[in-house]
DNA sequence: TGAATAGGTAGCATATATGCTACGTTTTAG
DNA sequence: CTAAAACGTAGCATATATGCTACCTATTCA
């Protein structure tokens, strides 16, 4: 488990920073070892599909949001003003 | 991994006989083992996120149409016809 | 009839996901 | 400066994901 990488991309340190969490407290929510988090956060984890069903359901985004064969852009003007397209 | 029910749903095989392939077929285009193809679809796996990332890639749609954590419900005719809506 | 295709089930082997504990470093708060 | 919190890393144990082989049943098709 030590020094791969895994061939695909998440968000999720993005997510939990702008909730405002800790690994702790997001672990606590979803009920998952925090340093298994932490692997996943350092793409160095390729986790199972019932693990991510609970990141996407305490983050409220789904699967998608969270998880990308390919690399994720930096969030633009036309994401982060989403809401006044409404 | 014999007579396990996973806690989430998928509707891998519907996604699959709609394209008209058979799970041999699906493996060959997915490099995943057929047998895992048919562990999947019964339910009894909880695959990875570069499995689950590799269908989502052959069968052309994003993670969260293939799996959920609350059952599919049926195709109605809003889904069935949002290609007319555009 | 019989061959081919699709699917279900089982058993085995290996890799890895996940939890856990411990300890180090870095950052934050008092 | 110091203590606490957050994060990184490592090692170990157990469960399970995944590939593979084999066999069985059902269906299709020549």
């Known amino acids: 488990m030590v020094d791969k990488q895994v061939a695909f991309h998440n968000r999720l340190k993005m997510l939990r920073v702008e909730r405002d969490l800790s690994r ?4 606590e929510l979803t009920d ?7 692997y ?7 986790p199972t599909i019932e693990l991510a069903l609970k990141l996407s359901a305490v983050l409220g985004v789904g699967l998608d949001a969270i998880f990308s064969a390919e690399p994720f ?4 003007d036309k994401a982060l003003r989403r809401d006044l397209n409404e």
């Open 24 to 27: 702790k407290q997001l672990a």
């Open 32 to 38: 998952i070892h925090p340093q298994t988090i932490g």
């Open 40 to 46: 996943i956060e350092r793409q160095q984890f390729n």
């Open 73 to 76: 852009g930096l969030l633009d």
